[in-house]
């Protein structure tokens, strides 16, 4: 049962557009969002994150809006540089410390130069 | 941000022989880590939560005796994959989170690449 679903496993974007990248999830329990940005054969890297008392959290070029009633979150990237090039993954856990949280399958993101 | 550090970055070994994972907290005190793994192409899948001072709690499907796991200190935890076969073969990934700042984020190491042949 996947309760975090990335349903675009990948993405191509102009450089200088906006990237979009998607995220829904199931379990109602979970209460604070992450994304990852994870280069091949490196750990995650944490990006942006979003509690859910919030619709969007903004961190210079990367924004994410929560929409909470739907159960959908997305990351916008604006504008998209070729360094952006990588896999990102949504993340969810409930909320409290130390939670183990869920992920995404992930999107690979290509920003084309 | 917190850095986390894994040891060894890769490994080859022998089926039937065991492999032990480093994960360390570097400038930050982690009673708690968890393990991942990660198969091509694949999502993150949590195995176990280490908790300093006690037993570790693994997910659905993981064989404890299989995936031993000690954290022994606040800044150490590993993962000794035990009798290792080629289907254990994967890069594992830990992490540890933080209260700094408040937010608990979750810090992750480099990985380890695992190789059983």
Known sequence: DQQVKQNSPSLSVQEGRIS????????????????????????????????SIKDKNEDGRFTVFL????KHLSLHI???????????????????GYQ???FGTGTKLQVIP | GAVVS??????????????KIECRSLDFQATTM??????????????????????ATYEQGVEKD????????????????????PEDSSFYICSAPTGQGGSYEQYFGPGTRLTVT
């Open chain 1, 78 to 96: 604006v504008p998209s540089q070729p360094g952006d090039s990588a896999v990102y993954f949504c993340a969810a856990r409930p909320s409290g």
């Open chain 1, 20 to 51: 979009i990248l998607n995220c829904d999830y199931t379990n109602s329990m979970f209460d604070y969002f992450l994304w990852y940005k994870k280069y091949p054969a490196e750990g995650p890297t944490f990006l942006i994150s979003i509690s």
């Open chain 2, 6 to 19: 894994q040891h060894p970055s890769w490994v080859i070994c022998k089926s039937g022989t065991s492999v």
């Open chain 1, 100 to 102: 183990k949280v869920t």
């Open chain 2, 66 to 85: 299989k995936f031993l796991i000690n954290h022994a200190s606040l800044t150490l935890s590993t993962l000794t994959v035990t009798s290792a076969h």
């Open chain 1, 67 to 70: 929409n909470k009633s739907a």
């Open chain 2, 34 to 55: 968890f393990w991942y793994r990660q198969f091509p192409k694949q999502s993150l899948m949590l195995m176990a939560t280490s908790n300093e001072g006690s037993k």
